[in-house]
């Protein structure tokens, strides 16, 4: 494993150490996944978790990070709305894979959030994003609070989105560090690592499924169009958890009342 990556003396939102994330992530240009995660494990220790949508490929990002990180949490945001495929997956892939699996639901649920506010899925880009905050970004918060996650291992790649486009290795959002390992990768690379692990895509991804959501918000595409043309999460295809936080953002999580 790659020498430790050195501290730089600045403050942090705990009051600590900052990371020096421009060199780590000159370090990381060119090395393998497994070398960001098994650093990850090794400066963060027992505070790293993982999520996952149990969406098409999860199974890739699950396989690789537990391989070196056994034991590491992985957080499972149950929004209400998943196809019953997402919900046997996650099971069939909790154990065959053994993992620390921990569930986050919304604090309000959907039926009073319909009541509430209507189908905010179908509604105006701020009312796709506070459907996002009130069914993603609150659970995450508090899986992050509960869990002592200081870092989060995401399966986010470059050529997924425009933002993603952008992403570094190591970043800091929002007071957490946020790790890439499969930044880099192309669909071969990440059809030829379950090819390689024999592993299993979600059930709808033989429909057309290539990017697996909430029931409302998901539809099979053809090959000619790109993976996230299927999801219907506003103009920027984030359901939220992934972009930093705004200000107006959190006034709009706090008058939900959560």
Sequence with gaps: MREALRLVPA???????????????????????????????????ESMIMSSSFGAESALMLHLVTRVAPRIPVVFLDTGYLFPETYQFAEELAQRLDLNLKVYSPKMTAARMEAVYGRLWDGTEEEIARYGRITK????????????????VAGLRRSQTEFRSSLRHVELQDGTYKLHPILTWSRDDVKRYIVEHDLPYHPLFHYGYRSIGDVHSTSPTTLDQDERDGRYLGSKKECGIHLPRTPEADASLKSSGL
């Design 11 to 45: 403050p942090s939102p705990e009051g600590g150490t900052a990371l020096d994330l421009d060199a780590i992530n000159a370090r990381f240009e060119g090395a393998s996944a497994e070398d960001v995660i098994a650093w990850g494990l090794e400066t963060f220790g």
């Design 137 to 152: 970004v609150e659970p995450m918060d508090r899986a992050l609070a509960e869990l002592g996650g200081r870092a989060w």
